[in-house]
Each structure stands twice: as structure tokens, then as C-alpha cells.
């Protein structure tokens, strides 16, 4: 396998995320998200590699923003996930529900693999090893009050550049869980911002600084109506060097092939006009062959 590897943030034209991670042809979409401004460009995206249904949806919230109830039954429907992983905590919404109910019932019924990422299903999993391929699970072992903090939060590494999902996440133990991680502080090649770069005491100056990603993602609407990220956190980021991507003018896009080169675009209005443009070597460079 040449693991090349691809990562694209998609503008939503309102509030909320919307993410893919591909390894060869292994498509793992973030977010259960699914409108008319990024339909196409996913449906795009897993043309590029052949893929005519997704590998995993992968859903960090049960808010409306990042699994809407709709738009759910559509990627159930059109996309026709193998595998679905989703938080552990019980939703206390309508969409939630609904959501959940969904799953369960379209899993049983095509005899789809779930992962409910519970307490329980994390004090299960074994210990990460470096310099290997499997992704890494940093929820907490007891669930918390606050919905946010029981998001999932999952570094994905299976490719040649790693990115560091952290959902909405606000809880101040994670992060030092993160911290404490020496395969987080040595591989994290990019980070998607926690809860849309929110100032809540999760992306602080010593996260940034330890954690020390090459890009910082922002999933934020056109109108910006929230103005993500908060002022503070493009201070720290800009402090340590880190460079800050966000959807507001159009998707951003990543990839390295065997060269082990990253490119980072990040596009205006959904169109091939390019805003900005990096490159950089990944963290670790690993045989493909382990």
C-alpha cells in the first residue's frame, strides 16, 4: 500500500463541521453533515480515490452541527457507510435521538459495524503503540456532565500525515491527557480546533506549544456569524508559529503521496482559485510496509 493520504475540510454555508480523512482508498468521513454546498465536493472527493461508498462515518457530537438528523438519513441512504463510530453519551435532543435511532436501525438492518465510543469501550481498547497505524482515543473513562467534554476526540494516524480531531471538547483533563501523550506530542501533523476554536481553556498557549501542530483547522461558516476562532486563540496560534487554515472562503485540502510531501491549499468560494498554499514534511515519516 503507498498510503497516500488526503485530508479536506468542507465549507457548509452555515454553522457547523464537516471533514474526510482518505488513506488510499480507505474513505473515512467526519461529521454526519450533508447539504447542498458540500455534497458535491464529497462526492468529489471520493471519486478522486474510487470510493462510491464511505469506509466510516465518523460523528464526534450528536449537536445538530456536526450529525443533522437529515442529513444523516441521506449519507445512510446515498453513501452507504461499512462502518459507523459514534459518541457515548446519550443525546438529550430531538436530532440526537432521532440520529441514534437511525444508526441503530440502519446498522441492524445492512449488518454494519458500530462503535459506540463509551467509558466503557475506551477502558477496553489497548494501549497505543508508536511508529504503528491505529488510530488513538482520548474520551474520558467516566462520562461528564457536560455534553461537550464526552465528545469524541481521535487522532487519526492511519495515514502518512496524522490529524487530531477534538470535536467540541472543553474539558481541561483531555487536553492534559493529550499532553501527557508522547505519541500526540511527536506525530500531530494537523489539528481541527476544538468546538470551532472556541477561548474555553481547552486551546491554551501550553496545549499549542506541546502539542505543536503544523496547521490549525477552523470549520466555520461563510458569514463567519461566530467569528471562529476566538481572538485569543489566533493570538496563540499565531505566537507559536502555527498556521491557521478555516473554511470561511472555501475548503481546504491536504495531501502527501510517497514523496512524504505535504501540500496544504486552502481555496476560495468552493472554486479552484487558491487562497493559500504550504508545504512541510509530516512529523514521522513511516514504512508503509509495517
Known amino acids: 500500500m503507498s498510503k497516500k493520504t488526503r485530508f479536506r475540510a468542507y465549507q457548509l454555508g452555515n454553522a457547523g463541521s464537516s471533514f474526510s480523512y482518505s488513506v488510499d482508498n480507505h474513505f473515512t468521513l467526519i461529521e454526519a453533515r450533508f447539504n447542498d454546498t458540500n455534497r458535491p465536493n464529497i462526492i468529489e472527493e471520493m471519486q478522486t480515490i474510487g470510493r462510491e461508498r464511505i469506509d466510516c462515518l465518523h460523528i464526534t457530537s450528536w449537536d445538530q452541527d456536526h450529525c443533522n438528523y437529515n442529513e444523516l438519513k441521506e449519507i445512510l441512504k446515498d453513501l452507504k457507510p461499512s462502518c ?157 508559529g502555527v498556521v491557521l487554515y478555516t473554511t470561511k472562503t472555501g475548503d481546504i485540502i491536504i495531501k502527501c503521496d510517497e514523496e512524504n510531501n505535504v501540500i496544504a491549499y486552502n481555496y476560495i468560494a468552493n472554486g479552484d482559485k487558491i487562497s493559500s498554499k504550504i508545504e512541510f514534511s509530516p512529523k514521522l515519516i513511516i514504512n508503509p510496509s509495517i
Open 84 to 240: 459507523i463510530e459514534y459518541p457515548g453519551y446519550s443525546p438529550d435532543t430531538d436530532n440526537g435521538k432521532d440520529s441514534l435511532i437511525a444508526i441503530n436501525t440502519y446498522c441492524r438492518n445492512q449488518n454494519i459495524i458500530k462503535k459506540e465510543f463509551s467509558p466503557e469501550y475506551r477502558s477496553n481498547l489497548e494501549n497505543a503503540e508508536e511508529k504503528r497505524y491505529n488510530n488513538i482515543l482520548y474520551n474520558p473513562y467516566e462520562l461528564c456532565d457536560n455534553h461537550n467534554d464526552n465528545s469524541t476526540v481521535m487522532l487519526f494516524r492511519q495515514g502518512r500525515f496524522t490529524v487530531l480531531s477534538l470535536g467540541d471538547c472543553e474539558n481541561s483533563a483531555i487536553a492534559d491527557t493529550i499532553m501527557s501523550c508522547t505519541i500526540a506530542r511527536t506525530e500531530v501533523d494537523i489539528m481541527i480546533l476544538a468546538h470551532h476554536g472556541a477561548d474555553n481553556g481547552f486551546t491554551t498557549k501550553k496545549f499549542i506549544s506541546t502539542i505543536n501542530p503544523k496547521i490549525a483547522i477552523c470549520s466555520s461558516n461563510f458569514e463567519n456569524q461566530y467569528a471562529h476562532p476566538d481572538d485569543n486563540v489566533r493570538g496563540i496560534l499565531y505566537e507559536q
